[in-house]
């Protein structure tokens, strides 16, 4: 079944500092999604990628999809402390019915 | 309104309780989904409705059981669970199950502890 792989599984950085996670998929997506989950909270959607190669912002952070639309990256520029959590990919395969998770990137932040 | 509520947001249960999760949203949201989250894991696909019919079943043990009574509302019924089935329960929903408007919004999760 489709396969949704998400690196590094921990990340921690110097406030300040930028973050990058990458998540990759063993088949093309119809589209991929990003979720933020504070610690002791729950998934909070944060943007959905649809086109090849498309790229988007807000504010600190760069979503982008692949050419190919099998993978995907969120970049965080000048992190703040606001930004711990764990950020999630989701992807959907062409015609499939569900999003599959990817196992998440925890980013903890020093001050 | 874009919140989807979960009841009780805390459970403790014995072995050999029933009790019942629920979930309500009203954002017109034709596709309603519970998923089961273990410490430090992603969120893992349990059940899925899709106006109101049972669209996904992940293999998901017969001690849960899902309801949709009606497009708002969304339950799971607990019976014999084990203490392994402690676990974050979350509710989402979203516009339609596929397609361009499948955005997930999550409910806060109800945090179980089976004993």
New interface residues.
Partial sequence: GQQVMQIPQYQHVQEGEDFTTYCNSSTTLS?I?W?KQRPG?????LI?L?KSGEVKKQKRLTFQFGEAKKNSSLHITATQTTDVGTY?C?G?GSG????V????T?LTINP | DTEVTQTPKHLVMGMTNKKSLKCEQHMGHRAMYWYKQKAKKPPELMFVYSYEKLSINESVPSRFSPECPNSSLLNLHLHALQPEDSALYLCASSQILSGGADTQYFGPGTRLTVL
């Fill in positions: 589209n999604q979720y909270g729950h998934p909070v959607f959905q649809v999630f989701a959907r499939a019915q569900k999003l998770f990817g196992q998440g925890r």
